[in-house]
C-alpha cells in the first residue's frame, strides 16, 4: 500500500499544512452509536492522527441498521474493539484508542479532556451527556456535542448552531435548561434538528424485560462476561435511520475538521469567486469534479 498516497485527494482540497495539522490533532469521542460511529470513520478518513473512543456497550442486533462497525456476525462483542479494527485498516498509522467504559461521576476524571484538543459528544444516556458537557465547559476545552437523532427522517433539518440558539429538538431544550439549573451560560456548538416523528411500530422488545441487546459481550479471548447496555433501563426508545444518524455524525465530523483546516490557515477557495493569480477559474472538462 502506498501510504503518502491516502490523503492525497484531501490534500489536493486543503493543502499540506492542514493535513500535518490533522495528523498532529488529538481528539476524544465519547459514544460511537448511530451518530458517534459516523463521526470516528469521518475524522480517520481525513487525517486526523490520533483518535481515543469511549463506549461501555457491546453490539446487539438492533445496532445494524445504523451503526457503522455492527453486522450480525459481531453481535455480543466489544462496539470499541470492532470500529478501532475498521479505523486501524483504514489509516494504520492513527493511533486509535479504544476505551470500553461508561462516562460518568466515577469515571470522569480519568479522560483528562484537557490533554486533547476537541472533545466530541455523541452520548444518547441525558446524564452522562450532561456531565461530560459541564465538565468539557468547566474546563474550557473546545467541545463539539449531537444532539438528538433519533425520531427524524429528513437529512436537510441537521443544522449546526450555538446550543442556546438551537429549535425545536427536544433534547437540546432539555440540555439547556439543565445548563441554567447549574447557573452555566458557557456556549457550544451543537448538531441538532427541529424535526420530531412519532414511532408508527410497535414497542415489542427494546425498553422492556425482553430487550434484543446481549446479556454477556466476548472479550475477544473468548471469554465471556457480563454486558453493558441501556436499552432495558430506557422507558422508551424512539426509532431511527441511518441517513439521518450518519448526517449527525458527518456534521459532528466536520466541526473538527473545518477547526484544524482554518487553524492551519488553509480554506478552500469557493470556485467562481477568487483564485489564484494564473489558475483557469472555469473547470478544463464537464467532468473534472466529479468523484472518480
Known amino acids: 500500500m502506498n501510504r503518502t498516497a491516502l490523503f492525497h485527494r484531501s490534500e489536493l482540497l486543503v493543502g499540506r499544512a492542514a493535513m500535518e495539522r490533522m495528523q498532529q490533532t488529538r481528539v476524544i469521542l465519547f459514544g460511537i452509536g448511530g451518530v458517534g460511529s459516523w463521526t470516528a470513520e469521518a475524522l480517520i478518513r481525513s487525517g486526523i492522527g490520533h483518535l481515543t473512543i469511549v463506549d461501555s456497550d457491546c453490539v446487539c442486533i438492533t445496532n445494524a441498521n ?32 479504544a476505551r470500553r467504559e461508561l462516562y460518568d461521576a466515577t469515571t470522569k476524571d480519568t479522560f483528562e479532556l484537557e490533554s486533547y484538543d476537541y472533545v466530541l459528544d455523541a452520548i444518547d444516556s441525558l446524564s452522562s451527556k450532561l456531565g461530560l458537557i459541564i465538565q468539557a465547559l468547566e474546563r474550557k476545552v473546545t467541545l463539539f456535542s449531537t444532539m438528538g437523532a433519533s425520531g427524524k427522517l429528513d437529512p436537510t433539518r441537521v443544522r449546526i448552531g450555538s446550543i442556546w440558539e438551537s429549535t425545536g429538538c427536544p433534547l437540546a431544550r432539555r440540555i439547556r435548561k439543565r445548563l441554567r439549573h447549574h447557573d452555566i451560560t458557557a456556549d457550544f456548538k451543537a448538531v441538532y434538528s427541529d424535526e420530531v416523528l412519532l414511532n408508527q411500530g410497535p414497542q415489542a422488545a427494546c425498553g422492556t424485560g425482553a430487550c434484543f441487546c446481549p446479556q454477556f459481550v466476548d472479550d475477544g479471548s473468548g471469554a465471556q462476561e ?26 459532528l465530523a466536520s466541526l473538527v475538521v473545518n477547526d484544524v483546516i482554518a487553524a492551519a490557515g488553509a480554506m478552500p477557495i469557493e470556485k467562481g469567486i477568487q483564485m489564484p493569480a494564473g489558475l483557469a477559474v472555469d473547470s478544463p472538462s464537464d467532468d473534472d469534479d466529479l468523484d472518480k
Open 66 to 97: 445504523r451503526q457503522l462497525q455492527a453486522i450480525p456476525a459481531n453481535v455480543g462483542r466489544v462496539k470499541v474493539d470492532e470500529l478501532a479494527v475498521r479505523l486501524r485498516g483504514i489509516n494504520p498509522d492513527a493511533v486509535i484508542v
Open 226 to 251: 457480563e454486558a453493558h447496555e441501556w436499552c432495558s433501563s430506557k422507558a422508551f426508545i424512539n426509532g431511527s435511520m441511518v441517513h439521518v444518524t450518519a448526517t449527525f455524525g458527518m456534521c
